[in-house]
C-alpha cells in the first residue's frame, strides 16, 4: 500500500450562509445549530418573563402598598389641618367673647354701639358670619346684616348647647339656606351649588344645594360672677372657600405638580358633593358640583367609615382616603378627601417593568448569543464532516479542518481525516493494481499475437519447405545435365564462334537456376543443427573477411561494435553464418550508392540471450515490404531470389532465437539475430 500525499486532499472551507438563510433555518430548526439555539433560548425566555412579571407585580404591590400608607398618613394630616381651623376659630370666639364692648351691650341689652367691634373682629378672623345671642337664645346682634330682623329664637344646636353648657362649642355644621339668607344673601349665594351630572355616582335627583357646610363655633358671654348673658357665635362657611384644602395642598403635597396636574389634592364634600377642592374639572377650574362616587359615598356616608384605595375623582385615577366630617351630633354630613394622583405610580411601574423586561430581553438575548456559539462549535464541525463526507462519496478525497480540541468532535475529526487517509490510500492500491494487471494483460496479447504469427510463418515454411524439396530435387538432375552439355559445347567452339554468346548465355541462365535450386535446397533441408560453443564476434568477422572485396562493398564504409565479454553460444556454425551473410548482403545492396554498414553485438544476462545487429543506412523499408520480408520468393530486387531472408529466419527459428527488424523509410535498417546462450533444447 503506498502512503498518498497528504496535500492531495483539500481541506474544506466552509461558505459562510447569510443571515436570512441563517433566520429561516433557525426558524424551521433544520439545523442542530438552530435547534440547540432555539431551546436554550426558550428555556431562558420562560423565567425571563416569570421573572418581570412577577417582579413588576411585587414592585407594583409595594409600590401601592407605600402609596396607600402615604394617602392614609395624608389623611390624617389633612384631619390635623381641618380640625386646628376648627380649633383657631374657637379660641377665636372664646376670646371674643370675653370682650368688654359685647359684655357691655348684652348687659345693658342695646347692640348699637357693637357694629365697629363686630366687623372689626368679623374681618380680622376671617368669619362669615358672626352672631351675638342673648341669655334666652334670642338673636341679639347679626354683623353682616346689623339692621335685619333679630329678636327670634334660635334653634341653632351649637348655640343651644352654648348656653346650656355655659361653655365653649365648636363643630362643624350644615347650616340651612334660610339662616343663611338671613344674615346676607351673598353667603346664601356662596353656599349654593348647582349639582353637576358625575358617573359612578349615586342616583339622585337633585339639582342644587342651598344649605352650606361651616366651620361653627359658640362661646358664652358671662358676667364675672359667671352669670350667663348670651352666647358669641362664629362661621366660616366652607362652600366655595379653598382656605382649608388649599392649606391642605400647601402643607401635605407640597404643591407638587405631575404633568401639569397637582399631585396631591384634598376636597371637602358636603355630603358627597364637592364644595371645596382643589382637584381641576376638564376645564381646569375647581370641580365644585362634582360628586363622589357612589362606592365612597355608600361607605363613608352611610356607614361612617373611612374609606381608602384607588378612586376617579373627576377625571383620573387617585390613590384616595375620606374620612367622614361629623356635626355635633355625630351625623356624618360631609367628607374630607386626599388623594395621590396615580399617575406618576403607573409611569413608573412602567418604567420599571421596561427595565424589567429590557434586562430579560438581554439575558435572552445573551443566552441565544450563547447558546448559538456552543451550537456552532458543535455543529460546524459536524456540517463539515457531512459535507466531507459527501464529496468523498463523489470520489473527491477532502479532509476536515484539524481540530486540537480534546473532546469527542477533535476525536470524531481526527478519526475522519484517518479514514479518509486509509481510503484513498486503498483506492490508489487499487487502482495501481488494475493498471498493472491491464499492462499484463496487454503485454500476454501482444506475445500471443506473436507467437501465432511466427506459427503461421513456420507452417508456411514448411509446406513451402516441403514442395521446395520436391521441385529441386527433380530439376536438379536434368539442369546438371544441361550444365555440363552446355559447358562443355562451350569449350569445344573456337573463339569469335557464332554460337559462343548464345551458348555463355544458357550456362549463365543455367547457373542461375543452380543458384535457385541451391537456395530452395538450402530452405528446404531440414538438417538438424550440428551445436558447438560459438564464439559469435569471431563468425561475424570472418563472414565479412569473405565478402568485404566483392563489388557490392566497395563504397560501404563497414564499422564494429562488438562486446568483447560477451558469451559463447551453442549453436550450428555454417548456419549461423549463412544467416549473417544474408542479412550482410542485403544490406550491402540496400546500399548501392554507398553508407555505412555497422555490426554490433550485445547481450542480455537476465534473458540469457546474445544479440547480434546489422545496421545500413539505406533507404529503409515501407510498410508493406516489411510485412513480407520473410516470405519465401518475397523480393523487390529485378535478379533476387526471395529466398535470403526466408532461410535466415528458418535457421534462427530452429535455433530458437528471434530475427528482428527495425526499419522505416529513410532510417535505414537494422535487423538483430537474438540467440539463446544456452542453445536450443535437445528436441529434434
Ligand atoms: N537491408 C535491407 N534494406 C532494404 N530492403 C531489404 C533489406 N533486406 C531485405 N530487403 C528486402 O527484402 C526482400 C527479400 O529479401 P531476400 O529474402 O533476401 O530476397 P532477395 O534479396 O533475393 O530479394 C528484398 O527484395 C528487399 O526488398
Ligand atoms: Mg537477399
Known amino acids: 500500500m503506498t502512503e498518498p500525499g497528504r496535500n492531495e486532499a483539500e481541506t474544506i472551507r466552509l461558505e459562510k450562509p447569510g443571515w436570512r438563510t441563517r433566520a429561516r433555518m433557525w426558524l424551521a430548526g433544520t439545523t442542530i445549530q438552530s435547534r440547540l439555539a432555539r431551546t436554550f433560548t426558550l428555556a431562558s425566555l420562560a423565567p425571563a418573563l416569570v421573572t418581570a412579571v412577577v417582579g413588576v407585580g411585587m414592585i407594583r404591590h409595594g409600590v401601592y402598598a407605600q402609596a396607600q400608607a402615604q394617602v392614609n398618613a395624608n389623611l390624617e394630616s389633612a384631619k390635623d389641618i381641618y380640625q386646628s381651623a376648627l380649633d383657631r376659630l374657637q379660641d377665636a370666639i372664646r376670646i371674643h367673647a370675653t370682650r368688654m364692648v359685647i359684655y357691655g351691650a348684652l348687659s345693658r341689652g342695646d347692640p348699637s354701639g357693637l357694629a365697629e367691634e363686630m366687623d372689626r373682629i368679623r374681618r380680622a378672623e376671617r368669619l362669615d358670619a358672626l352672631t351675638i345671642v342673648d341669655a334666652d337664645g334670642r338673636v341679639f346682634y347679626r354683623s353682616l346684616n346689623p339692621s335685619g330682623p333679630r329678636g327670634e329664637v334660635t334653634e341653632d344646636r351649637v348655640i343651644r348647647q352654648a348656653l346650656e353648657r355655659l361653655q365653649p362649642v365648636a363643630a362643624t355644621m350644615i347650616v340651612p339656606p334660610d339662616v343663611l339668607l338671613r344674615n346676607s344673601p351673598a353667603l346664601a349665594a356662596r353656599a349654593a351649588i348647582k349639582i353637576e351630572p358625575t358617573p359612578r355616582a349615586r342616583p339622585g335627583s337633585q339639582t342644587e344645594i342651598t344649605a352650606g357646610l361651616m366651620l361653627r363655633a359658640s362661646a358664652p358671654v358671662t358676667t364675672p360672677a359667671g352669670r350667663m348673658l348670651g352666647v358669641l357665635d362664629g362661621a366660616i362657611l366652607l362652600n366655595r372657600n379653598p382656605d382649608i384644602v388649599d392649606a391642605i395642598r400647601r402643607t401635605v403635597f407640597k404643591e407638587e405638580e405631575y404633568e401639569g396636574r397637582p399631585t396631591g389634592t384634598a376636597t371637602i364634600f358636603e355630603n358627597d358633593v364637592r364644595v371645596s377642592t382643589n382637584v381641576r374639572g376638564a376645564d381646569g377650574t375647581r370641580a365644585i358640583g362634582t360628586r363622589a362616587s357612589a362606592e365612597v359615598a355608600d361607605a363613608v356616608l352611610s356607614r361612617g367609615e373611612t374609606w381608602r384605595g384607588r378612586a376617579f375623582v373627576v377625571q383620573d385615577w387617585y390613590l384616595a382616603a375620606y374620612a367622614p366630617i361629623r356635626d355635633l351630633g355625630g351625623a356624618t354630613i360631609g367628607m374630607l378627601y386626599v388623594g395621590v394622583l396615580e399617575k406618576p405610580f403607573m409611569d413608573s411601574l412602567w418604567r420599571s417593568l421596561l427595565v424589567f423586561l429590557g434586562i430579560a430581553a438581554g439575558g435572552v438575548a445573551l443566552v441565544n448569543l450563547i447558546a ?122 573456337p573463339d569469335g564462334h557464332p554460337w559462343r554468346e548464345d551458348l555463355q548465355t544458357i550456362v549463365n541462365e543455367t547457373l542461375r537456376c543452380r543458384k535457385i535450386v541451391k537456395g530452395l535446397l538450402d530452405f528446404s533441408r531440414q538438417t538438424k543443427p550440428q551445436r558447438t560453443q560459438l564464439e559469435l564476434n569471431q563468425l561475424v568477422e570472418d563472414v565479412l573477411a569473405l565478402v568485404r572485396n566483392q563489388t557490392v562493398f566497395r563504397s560501404i564504409k563497414i564499422t564494429y561494435d562488438l562486446d568483447p565479454r560477451l558469451p559463447r553460444v551453442l549453436a550450428d556454425a555454417d548456419q549461423m553464418r549463412q544467416v549473417v551473410l544474408n542479412i550482410v548482403l542485403n544490406a550491402a545492396e540496400a546500399m548501392a550508392q554507398g553508407g555505412e554498414l555497422r555490426l554490433s553485438s550485445s547481450w542480455d544476462p537476465a534473458r540469457r540471450t546474445v544479440d547480434v545487429a546489422v545496421s545500413d543506412t539505406g533507404p529503409g523499408m515501407p510498410d508493406d515490404v516489411r510485412a513480407r520480408l520473410f516470405e519465401p520468393f518475397f523480393t523487390t530486387k529485378r535478379t533476387g531470389t526471395g529466398l535470403g531472408l526466408s532461410v535466415a529466419y528458418g535457421l534462427v527459428e530452429r535455433h530458437h532465437g528471434e530475427l528482428l527488424v527495425d526499419s522505416a523509410r529513410g532510417r535505414g535498417t537494422t535487423f538483430t539475430i537474438r540467440l539463446p546462450i544456452e542453445g536450443a533444447p535437445d528436441d529434434d
Open 372 to 493: 448559538v456559539r456552543v451550537a456552532k462549535r458543535i455543529s460546524a464541525p459536524i456540517h463539515e464532516l457531512t459535507v466531507a463526507a459527501r464529496r468523498i462519496a463523489e470520489g473527491e478525497y477532502a479532509r476536515v479542518a484539524e481540530r486540537s480540541t480534546d473532546d469527542e468532535i477533535g476525536d470524531l475529526s481526527r478519526s475522519f481525516n484517518t479514514m479518509t487517509t486509509e481510503l484513498q490510500a486503498a483506492h490508489q492500491a487499487l487502482r495501481e493494481s488494475a493498471d498493472q494487471l491491464e499492462r499484463k494483460v496487454e503485454s500476454r496479447t501482444a506475445e500471443l499475437r506473436r507467437m501465432q504469427a511466427q506459427l503461421i510463418q513456420s507452417e508456411k515454411m514448411v509446406a513451402i519447405g516441403k514442395l521446395a524439396a520436391g521441385v529441386a530435387h527433380e530439376i536438379n538432375n536434368p539442369l546438371t545435365g544441361v550444365l555440363t552439355n552446355s559447358s562443355l559445347m562451350l569449350e569445344d567452339l
